[in-house]
């Protein structure tokens, strides 16, 4: 069984600073995929960014990457220069390489202007 | 535009009735999905389908049932087993399982009474 763990239910940033947002998760494959995704208020889920779990080089798309520590089991991301358009439900979702994929439970971000 | 559609966005249902939620990909997608999304739950999978005439349960089928008769769509109904319906439900479709990127569709909000 695989796990994904968001222990922080919300955050705030104020608008151009930086914010971290955690995951952690557990898998007994050795092949897998780690995601994060953003759902705003339109509910629309949109892919964020992606890791493979075999590339050490952490992902990066624009103002979002992530911080893969792959003995730690750890995903956060990180964005930086907030804008008000980031503010949104993050979710961490992992999966397999046969298997589904599994969400965590999901972290509101709210930008302050 | 190529893109996963779902309807209605709202539905609502009086207790005891099937219902039906419609989905339709034209991305040419082999796999598909339908999650139950709660507050505070993240995205549960109901079911999914890598191909046609193909699905597999997921986490929370009990109560639901699919079809996969076309690659195009992959309907999901809520039967009246169902002990608590009422939820947001999200269709997304991906090229195959594991690594590839799920595309989702902008959901339906289903009440019922």
């Known amino acids: 069984a695989q796990t994904v763990t968001q222990s922080q239910p919300e955050m705030s940033v104020q608008e151009a600073e930086t914010v971290t947002l955690s995951c952690t998760y557990d898998?007994?494959?050795?092949?897998?995929?780690l995601f994060w995704y953003k759902q705003p208020p339109s509910r629309q889920m949109i892919l964020v960014i992606r890791q493979e779990a075999y590339k050490q080089q952490n992902a990066t798309e624009n103002r979002f990457s992530v911080n893969f520590q792959k003995a730690a089991k750890s995903f956060s991301l990180k964005i930086s220069d907030s804008q008000l358009g980031d503010a949104a439900m993050y979710f961490c979702a992992l999966t397999g390489a046969n298997s589904k994929l599994t969400f965590g439970k999901g972290i509101t971000l709210s930008v302050r202007p | 535009d190529g893109g996963i559609t779902q309807s209605p966005k709202y539905l609502f249902r009086k207790e005891g009735q099937n219902v039906t939620l419609s989905c339709e990909q034209n991305?040419?997608?082999?796999?598909m999905y339908w999650y139950r999304q709660d507050p505070g739950q993240g995205l549960r999978l109901i079911y999914y389908s890598q191909i046609v005439n193909d699905f597999q349960k997921g986490d929370i089928a009990e109560g639901y049932s699919v079809s996969r008769e076309k690659k195009e769509s992959f309907p999901l109904t809520v039967t009246s087993a169902q002990k608590n319906p009422t939820a947001f439900y999200l269709c997304?479709?991906?090229?195959?399982?594991?690594?590839?990127?799920?595309?989702f569709g902008p959901g339906t909000r289903l009440t019922v009474t």
């Open positions: 898998t007994s494959e050795s092949d897998y995929y």
């Open positions: 997304a479709s991906s090229m195959g399982l594991a690594a590839y990127e799920q595309y």
């Open positions: 991305l040419n997608h082999d796999a």
